[in-house]
């Protein structure tokens, strides 16, 4: 099959169009050879018809659509300009992929827009991956670089190009920003801080504001950072190009003078800079002249605060800055300066002498106002040996006051680079490597175009020949290294256009000619050129304009440019006056004069001529196009001794819109970057390359013969002949097969056909198969309908029999139940007449007996309530009697109680002096228990005269009634008077009962209504209640957590200032042992005392640095002096107690103020013969005693006196029984508050041994000795002499073998060591103890440091930090003892439990880190790349291609398997395990290394093209599920582990889910919970076809899954990427330890330490 074969129906073709350059059309008909018009169909639907006068005319192709969206363009198999610009259109606009390969090129599109794909983690994620194997990006250049760089040890370049506005210098600062991530300075001021720092101050005095970027760099820069042997950053340079100094006095329209002159106009109300005279932009001439004054989005001042603390970075210091700025708004003023113009003819010019400008200006340089006017409007000549002085015009005048502006900023500009060269220059000698970034100007053509212009394109000529050679040569190079027949590539050289202008007689040589002549001028110069180049010599590259003749035109590679020569001359020139220059030197300001006296010696790129009297000195002067010349040779030798790398930035369209892309503008840039060329330079030869397994997996099905993966070389070198006739068409190399243009369509093309062929004769078989089953269907149901339409026939006649039988059946049964209902029916009525009877005769004998029942009951009744009446009466009066036997008995107690109130008063009063009234509140509690024994007595007393009263009138009233039933009846003769009384008796008691019983009515409505308005209340009160715990429960929950999540963070931050902390300790230690190191280098020499003191070996002393190492290490501040002061204290010191003083146990005093809340300090400090600090301390415990007991008998008084009304209350009620229950109530509440004062007199015995407590500080002679021993009840410890405490630490932790240690008993030598101390303590020496505990903080400090490599030992000391921590805060003094067992420590060492504390987390850091460090390298290889599954399925699933460029990877047995993974999490596991660390803590540490693995996995998916598809999403699923297996079977699931992996599950979960319909658009969305919008998306973009069995998601889908995305809230950063050096928080769970005891130890004999003695 030929190419023009290829120009069939359905095919895709491209067709010029002027709007959209490109436009895409199918064709409706095969094409023949000799047609003259294409018919094709739009993108749009018309029709339409191309012209085609020969085959050389046809259209070009368009690629397969597997093709689509790659991410190289050289992969594409029509490599030409409308592919390259379809293909980068879909990218940014489809995928918003700003990035994408062209070879050895990335083009980067400016998105203006920020995109989250720039943080650390997207540097993590790219650090140490092939550029093969991820997605476009600058960091994978940078990387590439990096990686480059250290492994051939070849300095390396990235060459940033691009037209103003395309992103070149945000490119470079990333680029920048990765190399100082990647490669961290290791000095203690950061380099890679200074490197970032130089952006904003070239940002401000280079960048200003254009008509295409409000942004623009108006200079080049070239910024070398050097490394060191291990890859660190050790100092930068930066070289600086052709700055714009015409800028600086003109701008055009819209655009704006540098962002420095506005960020001083903006600051000018600071105080600081009111000196310096400066006003609005709009007032100055040479930043008002483009009319904007700002741009939208920028804060001028907040920029010049980031400019001035950049300064700071690097070292400026700040009254260098200020005179930096003064000379800024100098050049300002001096653009304000007024020259007027005078004489007949205007030949002269002058300047006012009040001119304010000019005096500001004059005042800000330190320079003489009157001589910088005279030199300005005259000038100095040389005639026949004398000085002349003329005067010049007022253009001229104008034009030497620009020239000395530029000339100020010029020597200005090059000054800071000079300072910041010095600032980043490394101070440890020179760098191994480099790596250069250079951020220069793209090709640039405008409406005008002058000098510079003209010097940007020379340089871009000069980039883009060193580009193409570049090219070309990797080309060869490709072709040489795979053994390829090649053939010399013929590419477009632009040598003849670089000669036109650097050349003998070029452009360059008469320009500088010119300059050179005393009266040359642009016109003469111009005509040279006509002259030469058209005249004697018609260039190919020159030309000249038809309607002018002061302009030329030049013929660049990327497009022809009219320049026009007013100007050149001048600016070539760069003219100041050699008068002017002399009076700046002259200057009383150091910065002015230091710019202009370095101006003879050293010559700047920037730097122009000055101009003299003399001519002999002119003439010698360069001219800024030869040091441009000179300087760019200089870089291209740099760039040829490098490696190159390339970004080609692109701006998509002029109006600076976010995702807009014009296709013109794109076009424009591509011809002019050079990226078509590298197509073109790749579709000469073989610009298709395929390894031999690619091809296989691709194109098996046309391939015949074996059909094995081992022999796909075999395969493809057998049937490529007979696919692709013509031999020149292909080529086959060691490992790749190559094809020319065209040839990869070609073969699409073939396997199409195959695949339909194979889908029709598929598709008849599957007729066939189905018409087949169809028949036999048809035969079965035929069968089955007549089978059972006989057994329906058959079961109905059976049925007919059934009916008969049971017809029978039915009567006889009726007939019998008839007879027998009849029978029951007689039998019944016979019974219930029985029964009716029998029952009316009960009932008559029934209600007799009932009548005289009720009868009787009647009369005990009435006999009943006359004698309660009766009983009533007697009892009221015997009520009556006792409440006045109880009013007078409670009168008698409340006259005793006022007594002794008053005798309370009295003693308080006379109380004078803290031991008596301490006694005299004891002999008072003991009076209150007296009396309080008193009161019960009274109680029990009163209770039994009550009890025998109330038996004695029972007594009396039952004889009453014995005599009144014994009293004869009274003789019938009584007195009528008698009777009267009688009757008057009767009524008025039945008028009382009458008027009782009413009342008894009315209480009891009352009380009704009491209770049922009690019930509500309780309900409501319930039901508030109720609402009120809830309310308070969900605020006490939400509070809880938010603490929680609080305290979380806060622990995250301190454990992260904890590592940056060992870290910086680490950097000290590192550069102790350098200078040690140099020193011995140097000789002998005498150290300082202090060093000698810090360096001095540890010893057991308390006093030594290493013992107070740990307390220096505690974050938190330590009531301990610091190591000096206990250095002043030991020398001036008389005797060895002041020493003790410092660090001895703590006295009463100190136990006093403790526990008084009173602060420690000053106590610490307190001497012994300070009596008068110690009575201060008692006379402030007195005050607190004193007030204590006030308020105690104030609310002793109060309750009394509470207790009092009561009582009266109860006296003076009425004397029911309620009441009298509510008085038993009182007098057992009375005996609770006797009980009470019990209480408070064993309170008072506590503060009587306080007492004791003061004494003995007014007393310590006589009280130290009990203070300071303990009794020796304490068993089972062991004793360690001081003269062993250094032999112990060293067989127990410094210097014991790994073995020996891994076979200890875990936690054994801090069981010891805490035995050592508790003996210590217990034998009263507890300085002693102190010491050995702080040495072996130490010690266990300086192992961990020891094996920071080894996972075992760290974990071993691990797990001693913290029993040792456990065990310490067990028995702190502070903490409330578990059982009796467990005895205090009697020094406070919470210090160094706090220090263990702190050890305890960086040992956790450090087990984490050595793990981390194994994993690092094989997680993704193992959790991504690994083929376990997919090796069977090689054959049938195809995976994704590499990058076009890039090596074949080979698959060795030694690839990281998720074997390798699980073993390392193992090896972890197992020596947790073995010290027998907390279960917790295990969680914790695989929390956060699952964590790492899900991040680092997740991350490299979300880069990686190849990985995003369905057979790799199943391999990856199947890796995550023996992940999550290895950790259940641990027990370690709980801890959140396998929560950690939900965002790789989901990822995972996406690639095998359908991607199609919008019902699997919203299964997606529901599933994928844990994934950000921005990640989805990612993941259906990248998602590529592994087989012929799936698609390619369709961007239709993609834009329904973000709609359905938009409704919801992820509660998420807007983060592309997961954090992977987020960090969780350790928390180490307190568990008390069993009490220890020596004989519980097995100590082997291997360690040393049997001169321990047990106790």
């Known amino acids: ?293 700002q741009i939208p989005g920028t804060d001028d001042l907040s920029d010049l605060e980031r400019t001035r603390n950049a300064f700071t970075v690097l070292g400026v210091q700040p009254d260098q800055q200020m005179e930096l700025f003064r000379i800024l708004s100098a050049v300002l003023h001096l653009g304000n300066v007024n020259i007027q113009a005078s004489g007949r003819s205007s030949d002269r010019s002058y300047i006012d002498a009040d001119d304010r400008p000019l005096a500001v200006f004059s005042k800000l340089l330190g320079v003489e106002g009157p001589q910088m006017s005279h030199w300005l409007c005259h000038r100095r000549l040389a005639v026949g040996g004398e000085l002349l002085v003329k005067p010049v015009s007022g253009q001229q005048a104008v034009e030497a006051r620009d020239a000395l502006a530029k000339h100020i900023y010029g020597q200005l500009f090059t000054w800071t680079v000079q300072r910041l060269n010095s600032a980043l220059r490394s101070q440890r000698g020179q760098a191994k490597s480099f790596t250069g970034v250079l951020d220069i100007y793209g090709f640039e053509t405008f409406d005008r175009n002058s000098f510079e212009q003209f010097c940007i394109n020379y340089a871009n000529e000069k980039l883009q020949q060193q580009f193409n050679r570049h090219v070309f040569h990797l080309e060869q190079e490709e072709y040489v290294r795979e053994e390829l027949a090649w053939s010399r590539i013929e590419f477009s050289d632009n040598q003849q256009c670089i000669n036109l202008l650097e050349g003998q007689l070029g452009l360059f040589d008469l320009l500088d000619e010119e300059c050179r002549m005393p009266k040359g001028s642009d016109e003469s110069w111009v005509q040279k050129l006509y002259d030469q180049h058209l005249t004697s010599k018609k260039h190919p590259h020159f030309q000249k304009p038809r309607m002018s003749n002061s302009a030329f035109v030049v013929l660049h590679f990327a497009d022809t440019v009219q320049y026009e020569c007013d100007g050149f001359l001048g600016k070539n020139r760069d003219t100041v006056f050699e008068e002017l220059i002399n009076i700046l030197k002259a200057s009383q300001s150091e910065l002015v004069a230091e710019l202009f006296q370095q101006q003879g010696n050293v010559s700047s790129v ?160 599957v007729r066939g198969w189905l018409a087949r089953i169809r028949y036999t269907r048809t035969c079965w149901a035929t069968v089955t309908i007549q089978r059972y339409c006989r057994g329906a026939l058959a079961r109905r006649l059976a049925l007919t029999l059934r009916y008969t039988k049971a017809a029978l059946v039915i009567q006889k049964t009726h007939r019998m139940v008839v007879v027998r209902q009849l029978f029951l029916m007689i039998r019944q009525a016979t019974v219930t007449i029985q029964a009716f009877t029998r029952g009316t005769l009960a009932r008559s004998r029934y209600r007799l007996l009932v009548a005289e029942r009720a009868a009787v009951l009647l009369q005990a009744r009435v006999r009943g309530w006359l004698a309660r009446q009766t009983y009533r009466r007697v009892r009221a009066a015997v009520v009556f009697m006792q409440c006045c036997a109880r009013r007078r008995a409670a009168r008698r107690a409340l006259m005793k109680l006022k007594t002794e109130a008053r005798s309370v008063e009295k003693f308080r009063e006379l109380n004078k002096g803290m031991e008596v009234k301490l006694m005299q509140l004891q002999l008072r509690a003991d009076q209150e228990a007296r009396e309080g024994a008193a009161l019960k007595e009274t109680l029990h007393s009163e209770r039994e005269a009550t009890n025998a009263e109330l038996e004695a009138l029972r007594a009396m009233v039952q004889k009453l009634e014995s005599e009144k039933q014994e009293k004869p009846q009274p003789c019938p003769v009584i007195s009528e008077k008698e009777v009267e009384d009688r009757r008057r008796a009767e009524e008025k008691a039945a008028q009382e009962i009458l008027q009782l019983t009413q009342e008894l009515q009315a209480l009891q409505s009352e009380k009704d209504s009491f209770c049922k308005e009690r019930e509500d209340l309780s309900a409501r009160l319930f039901e508030q209640e109720n609402a009120q715990e809830e309310c308070v429960h969900q605020a006490v929950s939400q509070a809880s957590a938010a603490l929680r999540a609080e305290l979380d963070e806060e622990r995250r931050k301190y454990q992260g200032l904890l590592r940056d902390f060992t870290r910086l300790e680490q950097r000290y230690d590192n550069l102790r042992e350098m200078s040690l190191l140099t020193e011995r280098t140097k000789g002998h020499r005498r150290t300082d005392s202090t060093q000698s003191l810090s360096f001095e070996p540890s010893s057991p002393t308390p006093l030594s640095p290493q013992s107070l190492t740990p307390l220096s290490l505690s974050p938190f501040p330590s009531a301990f002096p610091y190591p000096e002061e206990v250095r002043r204290v030991s020398v001036t010191s008389p005797s060895t107690e002041r020493r003790v003083s410092v660090w001895g146990i703590e006295t009463p005093m100190d136990q006093l103020m403790e526990m008084m809340d009173v602060a420690k300090d000053p106590a610490v400090k307190m001497k012994g013969e300070d009596l008068a600090h110690a009575y201060d301390a008692v006379r402030v415990a007195n005050k607190f005693l004193e007030s204590q007991l006030r308020s105690q008998h104030s609310q002793r008084e109060e309750e009394l006196e509470a207790l009092r009304c009561q009582l009266s209350q109860a006296i003076s009620g009425s004397s029911s029984a309620a009441q009298q229950q509510e008085l038993q109530a009182l007098l057992e509440a009375r005996e609770q508050e006797c009980v009470r004062l019990r209480r408070e007199l064993k309170e008072l015995k506590n503060t009587v041994s306080l007492r004791r407590l003061l004494t003995q500080v007014f007393n310590p002679e006589t009280s130290s000795c009990p203070s300071q021993t303990k009794p020796a009840a304490v068993t089972g410890l062991l004793e360690c002499r001081k003269r062993d405490e250094a032999k112990l630490i060293k067989n127990l932790i410094t210097d014991i073998r790994v073995d020996s240690a891994l076979s200890l008993p875990p936690g054994l030598p801090a069981s010891v060591l805490f035995l050592c101390v508790r003996r210590a303590d217990c034998s009263g020496d507890q300085t002693h103890a102190r010491s050995l505990c702080s040495a072996a903080v130490t010690a266990m400090k300086a192992a961990l440091k020891k094996h920071s490599n080894d996972v075992d030992m760290t974990a071993l000391w691990l797990k001693n930090a913290h029993l040792l921590h456990d065990l310490l805060t067990q028995h702190s003094p502070k903490q409330t003892l578990d059982s009796d067992e467990v005895v205090s420590l009697t020094p406070d060492l919470s210090d160094l439990i706090r220090t263990l504390s702190d050890l305890c987390i960086q040992a956790y850091q450090q087990l984490l880190s050595i793990t981390e460090k194994h994993l690092q390298n094989i997680i993704v290889p193992a959790l991504l790349e690994s083929d376990t599954i997919l090796s069977g399925l090689a054959g049938k699933l195809g995976t994704s291609r590499k990058r076009a460029g890039s090596d074949p990877r080979t698959v060795g047995g030694d690839a990281p398997t998720m074997a390798a993974v699980l073993r390392k999490l193992g090896a972890l596991h197992t020596a947790l395990s073995h010290q027998d660390l907390s279960p917790t803590l295990m969680e914790q540490a695989f929390n956060q290394l699952i964590y790492l693995i899900s991040a680092s996995a997740f991350n490299s998916l979300l880069l990686r093209k190849d990985m995003c598809c369905w057979s790799r999403g199943m391999q990856i699923r199947y890796n995550v599920s023996l992940l999550e297996e290895w950790l259940r079977s641990r027990g370690l699931q709980t801890g959140g582990a396998v929560a950690t992996l939900e965002h790789l599950i989901q990822a995972v979960q996406l690639l095998q889910a359908g991607k199609k319909t919008e019902s699997d658009a919203k299964a997606l969305v529901r599933t994928c919970t844990a994934l950000s919008s921005q990640q989805i998306v990612k993941i259906l973009t990248l998602y590529t076809p592994g087989s012929d069995l799936d698609e390619r998601v369709t961007l239709n889908f993609i834009r329904t899954v973000q709609g359905l995305l938009k409704g919801r809230s992820d509660g998420q950063p807007p983060q592309l990427l997961m954090d992977v050096r987020r960090v969780f928080p350790v928390t180490f769970p307190y568990l008390p330890p069993p009490v220890l005891h020596a004989e519980q130890l097995v100590i082997p004999d291997s360690l040393k330490i049997s001169f321990l003695r047990r106790t």
């Not at 192709?61 to 050289?74: K, S």
């Not at 030869?685 to 296989?696: H, K, Q, V």
């Not at 015949?704 to 022999?711: A, D, K, L």
């Open 1 to 293: 099959m030929t190419s023009l074969e290829l120009y069939s129906k359905g095919a895709s073709v491209w067709i010029p169009d002027p709007d959209a350059v490109w436009v895409s059309g199918l064709l409706l008909r095969d094409y023949r050879p000799g047609e003259k018009h294409l018919l094709l169909q739009l993108s749009d639907g018309k029709e339409a018809q191309y012209p085609v006068v020969s085959t050389s005319d046809l259209p070009p192709l368009g690629n397969p659509d597997i093709l689509e969206g790659e991410n190289d363009l050289t992969a594409l198999s029509f490599l030409h300009e409308p592919a390259v610009l379809h293909n980068l259109r879909v990218r940014f606009l489809d995928y918003s992929s700003i990035y994408t390969y062209c070879g050895i090129v990335l083009v980067a599109i400016n998105p203006y827009d920020q995109l989250p794909i720039y943080g650390e983690e997207v540097i993590d994620a790219y650090s140490g991956q092939d550029m093969a194997d991820m997605e476009p990006h600058i960091f994978s250049v940078a990387e590439e670089a990096y990686r480059t760089m250290t492994r051939e040890e070849k300095n390396q370049s990235i060459i940033i190009s691009g037209e103003s506005g395309s992103g070149k210098t945000v490119s470079a600062k990333f680029t920048m920003r990765y190399f100082a991530v990647v490669g961290g300075a290791s000095q203690q001021t950061s380099v890679e801080e200074r490197v970032l720092a130089s952006n904003p101050i070239m940002e401000s005095i280079g960048n200003a504001k254009t008509t295409r970027n409000d942004n623009s760099s108006r200079f080049g820069k070239y910024i070398e950072i050097g490394f060191g042997r291990k890859g660190d950053i050790i100092g930068a340079n930066m070289r600086t190009y052709l700055l714009e100094k015409s800028r600086v006095v003109f701008q055009a329209s819209a655009e704006r003078n540098y962002h420095i002159f506005y960020q001083l106009c903006a600051s000018r109300e600071l105080p600081e800079m009111r000196t310096l005279k400066l006003d609005a932009p709009e007032h100055f001439r040479y930043t008002s002249q483009g009319g904007d004054m």
């Open 606 to 765: 920037a730097n122009g001529s000055v101009r003299s009297g003399k001519r002999a000195a002119r003439e010698h002067k360069l001219t800024v196009g030869f040091q441009f010349r000179q300087s760019l040779q200089m870089l291209m030798d740099t760039l040829n001794n490098t490696t190159p790398h390339y970004v080609r930035c692109i701006k998509p369209n002029d109006l600076k819109e976010a995702f807009m892309f014009d296709p013109r503008r794109t076009v424009q840039q591509l011809r002019a970057c050079g990226v078509l060329e590298t197509i073109r330079i790749s579709a000469a030869g073989f610009p298709s390359r395929w390894t031999y397994e690619e091809f296989f997996c691709r194109y098996r099905l046309l391939l015949r013969g074996p059909q094995g993966q081992e022999q796909a070389r075999a395969s493809c070198r057998q049937a490529l002949p007979q696919l692709i006739p013509d031999p020149d068409q292909y080529c086959f190399g060691k490992t790749k097969v190559f094809f020319r243009a065209g040839q990869v369509a070609l073969l699409e093309r073939l396997r199409a056909e195959r695949l339909r062929v194979a889908a029709v004769i598929i598709q008849s078989r």
